[in-house]
């Protein structure tokens, strides 16, 4: 099987999300075939799609400039797969309290930047994962915690009592960062095996 996947590429982390889904695709048996998207008129070829880690203000003025931004959301309305981790999160979340961040809206979460604090800038905590048999090494990098959650979204973790990880329907959103490591189970749990926990 083959399948197309966009990386949001205007602006963070994007190679080594474009590395994670190649390699959790191959796991999976599927040849991946990964689009860096920095303009409009890719997210419609993709079947799934990435959102990376960055500076979610620099990310959400970028994806409304160049008109990427209805297109996400044409993506997540179709029901097609998104997996969006910590500045991610916070654009498509509802509202990240942030005016500078123009979010997306198409997850019923509202969100607050930087939560975890100066002295705990970047952590990597073995996360509970709802869905997952051992912990997911998680690390987190001035990362955002979800704090109101919608009726429709399910919560997969928190940590020091904040949601970090969500699902709802076809979207997973994590506070923190699945693609720095050798370890595809959060890539398995928003695009291969996407049954409910
Ligand atoms: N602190 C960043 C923001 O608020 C997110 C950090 C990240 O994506 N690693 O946009």
Redesign the pocket.
Known sequence: MSVTAGVLAVQ?DVSEHATAIERAGRANGEDVTVHKIRTAGIVPDCDLLLLP?????AISRLVHREGIAQEIIDHADAGKPLLA???GL?LVSRDSGDERVQTLDILDVTVE??AFGRQRDSFEAPLPVAGLEEPFPAVF????AIDAVGEDVEVLATWDDRTVAVRADNIVATAF?PELLDDSRIHDLAFFHRTSV
């Open positions: 963070g880690g960055g500076e979610s203000t981790t910590c500045a916070i930047r930087n990098i001035r990362a955002p960062h």
